[in-house]
């Protein structure tokens, strides 16, 4: 009988082959790379610009759409908007249907902001996606489209289909 220990699920797990922990570390680095190139543009951090892109182009239109697309907690989504309107980027606004929905807007300095986000986002995916062709590309993007429609998640399933625009700043 051998005294050896036998092999357990973490000896033979390989973290470098784990696709959860690639995609983990493609995002933080990305979400990094987008951090460095906000703060010293724009002065505010990537989730600050990526909430103010998401605004102007309609996907976000409350706190609680922001909330459910960053898998964030309500109280951190307010003081992100209340750091965001003190900087005079947005502002909250009553619906007039609805008193107890708060709509966000843009102001013209968010606006401003906001039109510069997707070159900054360009920048950074050309760097990550360096030597890759336009093919390849293609079939990352339909790749993630993929493991997204596979968590029945309804927001995500606009996204299977490939129905975003089309051009460089999808890259």
Request: glycine share 6%; charged share 25%; aromatic share 4%.
């Amino acid at each position: 009988m051998s005294d050896a220990p036998k092999p357990t699920a973490i000896d033979t797990y390989v973290l470098s082959e784990s696709v959860g922990y690639l995609l983990s570390r493609v995002r933080s680095t990305l979400w990094n790379m987008v951090t460095q190139h906000t703060t010293a543009e724009l002065g505010i951090t990537s989730t600050q610009a990526s909430i103010v892109f998401m605004l102007a182009v309609g996907k976000c239109l409350t706190a609680a759409d922001i909330a459910r697309e960053y898998g964030i907690d309500a109280s951190a989504v307010t003081r992100l908007i209340d750091r965001l309107e003190k900087r005079g980027l947005l502002s909250r606004v009553r619906s007039s249907e609805d008193r107890r929905v708060v709509r966000l807007a843009l102001t013209p300095d968010g606006r401003a902001m906001a039109e510069q986000v997707p070159a900054i986002f360009t920048r950074v995916l050309d760097t990550l996606l360096a030597g890759f062709t336009p093919e390849e590309v293609g079939f990352l993007k339909s790749m993630l489209r993929r493991i997204l429609a596979n968590t029945c998640d309804p927001a995500a399933t606009c996204l299977a289909g490939g129905t975003d625009k089309p051009g460089p700043s999808s890259r």
